[in-house]
């Protein structure tokens, strides 16, 4: 197992490195001057240049992409243009709330989608079946921000529950902390309890006609032990991918969510960065994703093998 | 009627619905019988006879749409038909278990052996853990498993056919139940495993006096086991008695139609056939070989070193259990897949190892029937489609291929207007009919039949032979008959060849390799077919003829 996971980081080497590539040229081939944005509206082109100059932007492009990669294999992301800190620094500070959004909407999701999903299975074509579907569906098609502004009339200015905006980090109280977490991640788990519960309900269903349902009916277990251990471990694989898939998708729906509630977490930092042609933000941000991603792909399959028999053997 | 005082079970004039739109309005009616207390009884009929439905209806593990509407079902005197849901769930797995005909499938894959044996016990008893493993460990010590403890953690995918069932077996006889129902438990296992799995349930059955009712289609099966047969058609007992009663002297036209379609384990002598040689191959090997840069390579043979000759309107038969080799050795020749090393000489030419395009005319000479006649028609295409592509994809017009497909059709004993129809509207019989029609349509020199009647009944099968023999003569066909049935082999084959882990360990003509078998392989397949002393079905006209 350990050679396998050894094998599999080995593998997002070449991944991160084309990542790195691609960014670094897109950013450098789109229009539009770093130099100038810093520089301020009536800056003369002298002060334009000694800014470039400070920045390293006057170098060749080989040249400024080895000092970046030189800088990244000593750990070091480098400093940001437009925030005047060290990345490392602006990434850490912004990384408790988006990380706290990100959890908190999968712990909602999965918790809501995965019974929903088991129990339209298990009364397939009964009205309760039909809800939960129509229900996805309507979870699928309304956009984020709809739904966000939706929660926030209904629940924050009409009932005055929950704050309408903004974020408190954890280190300043839990009960404050979670108080203002509840709406955004919320709102932000509607399309993925859709996307989960219709998956489940798929999988499980294919399940329960399986042979050895059967043999579990036959032995005399009740119908909940059935459904929740037979059937799930078994459509478990399908489901872990969706889920897999949906925090990978999050990650960019933090973007939206983050802006509609004002929190100052990493999709704000990447608004932010892209706006002020910050590039050494966006690159570290970009490739931080991505590594991301393989992480989270990696996840999805060494937890196939935790549900799955015959993938571990 | 009533064998004992006071029976097991007893099943007396039930009857259940069918949901509207089938061919009757009842799945079984007016059914009745009992099993005795250490009693085996077997209820024998084909498939749509109802004898699954009722083995199902005494565990009250009927699907939704099939409903009791009469008659009483007593477990031990207790109505089960009328139990509560709650009650029933109590009886299951504790006083009345079942065994299923897939092993393969009836375990939980991602649960292991243990503790998919110790769920009964946890739902029925308040053992502690100690004691539940206990009890398990002395189960499968019981049921003549290697090295329990290592079988006790072990994942169902890590065990053989035969040993799944013993674990299905184990789990089924652990609280001692009063009643087992064996669903065709040996259908889908080898000969040689059949014969210890049917043994192990006479052993538990006869140590524990459990009443046994065990469904099969196989009257060999019937003798080897059976205390009583009760024998079903279209949901009917049209005739019940003790084994030897019913087997030797049938009563009704239709267990004396069943028992003799039941083909003889006697082989008829046919002549050597002369045609010209259609097919040879010389030391062809299929080998796959797994793991790669960080693995140790695992290289296995499925194929080793066959030759094999067949000629024109000659049958020969590769007979051998699961992992012999035999459906490798009919996918190479038919170029499915490729062979790792030999030659496969068709006619004048090596086939072996041709590239795809120049493959593409040779392979109209060299087609297939397969075994599973229900998967090998696409369900989304008519049969006269299904039919036609062949001989279109080979430049034939589509009003000639239609026209010969008609005339197929007519061959195979099928109306010509059928082939508007799709496969769902056809039975098994009628589609491995539709699949010999389709290979036939190719106009091909050598036609595999791979299990091509292992999955028919024996009244259905009995014709579908009849048909190969025919078409065979018409069209002057060398057939290369793979099988694991040895009572077909030697109904149809001419020469037989005998393969065991990849290999040929004997070949012969077929009543030769009957009579004297020199392998030893060969002779413990013959000793574990079931019920080998019986079977007096004829042979088929045609082939004795011959």
């Not at chain 1, 004002?262 to 590594?291: K, N, W």
């Not at chain 2, 207390?37 to 593990?61: P, W």
């Not at chain 2, 001692?176 to 059955?205: C, F, G, N, S, Y």
């Not at chain 2, 082999?489 to 290999?503: E, P, S, Y």
């Given at each position: 197992?350990?050679?396998y ?8 080497i ?45 170098q ?24 005047k ?32 999903g ?31 502004y ?11 529950w ?25 709102t ?37 032990k ?24 999050l ?51 060494l ?9 571990r053997? | ?8 079970l ?46 199902f209806?005494?565990m009250g593990?009927?699907?939704k749409?099939l ?12 109505d ?6 709650q ?8 006083r ?14 991602v ?5 998919q ?7 029925h ?16 010590d ?9 079988m ?13 069932q ?25 000969v ?23 469904i099969?289609?196989?009257?060999g099966v ?5 205390d009583?047969?009760?024998v ?52 062809l090997?299929k080998?796959?070989r797994?793991?790669?840069?960080f ?14 000759r ?10 051998g259990?699961?992992g ?41 000479k ?15 295409r008519?049969v ?7 001989p ?11 026209a ?18 799709y ?15 389709r ?12 299990e ?33 049935d ?40 013959i ?7 019986f ?12």
């Amino acid at each position: 197992m350990a050679g396998y996971i050894l094998r599999r980081l080995l593998a997002a080497i070449p991944v991160l490195a084309i990542v790195a590539v691609l960014v670094f040229l897109m950013l450098r081939l789109t229009p539009g001057d770093p130099a100038a944005v810093i520089a301020g509206d009536n800056a003369s082109s002298e002060q334009i240049a000694q800014v470039r100059q400070k920045l390293g932007l006057d170098q060749s492009l080989p040249a400024q992409f080895a000092i970046w990669i030189g800088n990244l294999l000593h750990g070091n992301l480098g400093e940001s243009f437009f925030f005047k800190k060290s990345i490392g620094e602006l990434i850490l500070g912004r990384i408790e709330p988006t990380l706290s959004l990100a959890a908190a909407t999968m712990l909602i999701a999965v918790c809501v989608a995965i019974p929903l999903g088991v129990v339209a299975a298990y009364r397939h074509g009964s009205w309760l079946d039909r809800i939960v579907m129509g229900m996805s569906v309507l979870g699928f098609s309304v956009p984020v921000f709809v739904i966000g502004y939706l929660l926030i009339y209904v629940f924050s200015i009409t009932l005055g529950w929950f704050p309408v905006q903004g974020y408190q980090p954890l280190s300043a109280g839990l009960g404050g902390y979670l108080h203002r977490l509840v709406l955004p991640a919320v709102t932000l788990s509607v399309v993925y309890i859709a996307l989960i519960a219709r998956m489940t309900r798929a999988s499980v269903l294919e399940v329960l006609n399986e042979d050895y349902i059967r043999t579990a009916r036959a032995k005399g277990q009740v119908e909940r032990k059935i459904l929740f251990r037979h059937a799930l471990k078994n459509a478990a694989v399908p489901i872990v991918t969706v889920v897999g898939i949906g925090i990978a998708l999050l990650i960019g729906g933090v973007v939206v969510t983050e802006s509609v509630f004002a929190i100052p977490g990493l999709g704000r930092l990447t608004v932010d960065a892209v706006l002020a042609r910050d590039y050494p933000t966006i690159q570290a941000l970009i490739l931080m994703f991505s590594g991301v991603y393989v992480l989270i792909n990696l996840l999805i399959d060494l937890t196939y093998s935790l549900f799955d028999p015959r993938i571990r053997h | 009627m009533s064998a004992a005082p006071s029976p097991v079970l007893e099943i007396e004039n039930l009857a259940i619905a069918l949901p509207g739109g089938g061919d009757r309005s009842r799945a079984v009616d007016g059914v009745s019988f009992t099993v005795a207390r250490g009693e085996i009884v077997c209820v024998v009929g084909e498939s749509g006879s109802g004898k699954s439905v009722t083995a199902f209806s005494v565990m009250g593990l009927l699907a939704k749409v099939l409903k009791p509407v009469a008659g009483a079902i007593r477990l031990n005197g207790e109505d089960v038909l009328t139990a509560s849901p709650q009650r029933l769930r109590a009886l299951r797995g504790d006083r009345m278990a079942m065994i299923f005909q897939e092993p393969m499938t009836a375990l939980n894959p991602v649960l292991t052996v243990g503790d998919q044996i110790e769920e009964v016990l946890r739902i029925h008893t308040d053992l502690g853990a100690k004691e539940r493993r206990a009890k398990v460990l002395a189960m499968l010590d019981a049921m003549h498993l290697p090295d329990p403890e290592r079988m006790h953690a072990s994942y169902p995918h890590q065990l053989s056919g035969g040993q799944r069932q013993r674990v299905m077996i184990a789990a089924a006889l652990i609280l001692d139940p009063a009643l087992l129902i064996a669903d065709e438990p040996t259908t889908a296992l080898d000969v040689t495993t059949q014969a210890q799995i049917l043994k192990l349930i006479r052993e538990m059955q006869e140590r524990r006096g459990t009443g046994v009712l065990f469904i099969t289609h196989d009257f060999g099966v019937v003798a080897e086991i059976a205390d009583r047969v009760v024998v079903m058609q279209r949901g009917r007992v049209v005739e019940q008695g003790p084994a030897a009663q019913v087997l030797e002297r049938p009563q009704h036209p239709y267990t004396k139609m069943l028992i003799g379609a039941v083909p003889t384990m006697t082989p008829a002598r046919r002549p050597p056939v002369t045609g010209a040689l259609a097919l040879e191959t010389a030391s062809l090997e299929k080998t796959y070989r797994s793991g790669g840069l960080f693995k140790t390579e695992r290289v296995v043979h499925a194929a080793a070193d066959v030759a094999l000759r067949i000629r024109r309107g000659e049958t020969v038969g590769i007979v051998g259990e699961s992992g012999s080799g035999k459906s490798t050795v009919a996918r190479c020749i038919a170029r499915l897949i490729a062979p790792s090393r030999g030659q496969i000489m068709v006619g004048d030419r090596d086939i072996a190892r041709l590239p795809e395009r120049r493959l593409r005319p040779m392979r109209r000479k060299i087609q297939v029937v397969f075994q599973d006649p229900f998967r090998s028609l696409n369900p989304r295409r008519t049969v006269g489609a299904s039919i036609i592509e062949g001989p279109m994809n080979f430049g034939t017009s589509p009003e000639a291929a239609t026209a010969k497909a008609r005339e197929l059709m007519g061959l195979v004993g099928l109306d010509p207007s059928a082939l508007a129809r799709y496969p769902h509207q056809f039975s098994g019989g009628q589609r491995q009919r539709i699949a010999l029609a389709r290979a036939l349509a190719m106009e091909p020199e050598i036609l595999i039949a791979d299990e091509a009647v292992s999955a028919l009944d024996v009244s259905v099968q009995r014709q579908v032979l009849a048909l190969l023999d025919d078409v065979q003569r018409r069209f002057d066909l060398a057939i290369l008959f793979i099988t694991h049935d040895l009572r077909v082999a030697a109904q149809i084959c001419d020469r037989l060849i005998v393969m065991q882990r990849g290999r040929i360990v004997e070949e012969g003509p077929t009543a030769e390799v009957f009579a004297r078998p020199s392998a030893a392989y060969t002779r413990a397949l013959i000793e574990a077919a079931p019920g080998r002393e019986f079977g007096r079905g004829e042979h088929l006209p045609e082939a004795a003829s011959a």
